[in-house]
């Protein structure tokens, strides 16, 4: 299997650094093809805009970026940055993203990499979305951390659901363009758990990871349980994320 690794972390001695490093030494042992992108090490560029086109521009009057990003892509005209990223995300069968979660959500260097390499055209088209996605056959999960504890991040704690915090990445990013994911692996606040906390957190990883083919996936509602308006049919119960019925 093929496996790239999205890492987002500025310290390469942070625990997010140790769990990566632990997600290539585990995948690896196992046989895959392991390969990282680490955007902070590489200083890749984060901000989406008219540098993300490489030859003349569709419309040089008005800077449309999804319209661009698809005549682009399909001239083979996006920046060497992006389109090394995309090569990488062509190869790879499962993708894992590493990262801390900052204001409930991801850093901007790892937003902004989905930003500008998720290019429309390649990772989404109309009617190429969550069932029919462009990446369809492919799995992704999250790795991340949090600063705060499980407490707090558990249904009825004041962060609120960890589920409903990273449903923006699971279903807005990750199932919109196909993806089967997984669970996320959280540790939480691991600065604040001790050496023991942390190599507890540590092989608890290592155990998901060598059974990652044994994890079920999250459960999203398929095409079939929406109406014409894309809202759950009548006596559908809502069971995905942070859908309800109403």
């Known amino acids: 299997m093929n496996v790239l690794i999205v890492y987002a972390h500025p310290e390469a001695k942070s625990f997010n650094g140790a769990m990566k490093d632990l997600a290539v030494e585990t995948l690896t042992r196992a046989g895959h093809d392991v390969v990282v992108s680490d955007l902070y090490a590489k200083g890749f560029n984060p901000v989406a805009g008219p540098g993300d086109i490489s030859g003349e521009r569709n419309d040089a009057d008005f800077f449309s970026l999804p319209r661009e990003q698809t005549v682009a892509y399909e001239a083979d005209a996006l920046s060497a940055d992006i389109s090394a990223e995309i090569e990488k995300l062509k190869r790879a069968d499962f993708v894992l993203f590493q990262f801390p979660v900052w204001w409930f959500g991801m850093p901007a260097m790892l937003k902004g990499w ?27 999960m999250v790795a991340a951390t949090t600063g ?26 990750l199932r919109y363009s196909g993806f089967d994911v997984l669970p996320p692996f959280v540790a939480y606040m691991p600065g604040r758990v001790g050496d023991d906390g942390r190599q507890a957190y540590l092989e608890a990883y290592r155990k998901r990871l060598e059974d990652i083919d044994g994890t079920p996936h999250l459960f999203f509602h398929a095409a079939e349980d929406y109406g014409k308006n894309e809202r759950l049919k009548p006596g559908v119960l809502a069971r995905s994320g942070v859908q309800r019925n109403v």
Do not use: C, E, Q
Not at 128 to 134: E, F, P, S
Not at 148 to 173: F, Q, R
């Open 114 to 140: 989905a930003d500008r390499v998720f290019a429309r055209g390649f990772a989404y088209l109309p009617g190429r979305k969550y069932d029919t996605g462009m990446f369809r056959g492919k799995f992704a």
């Open 148 to 173: 705060t504890s499980a407490d707090t991040y558990a249904p009825d704690g004041i962060d609120g659901d960890i589920l409903t915090v990273l449903w923006p990445i699971h279903n807005g990013l």
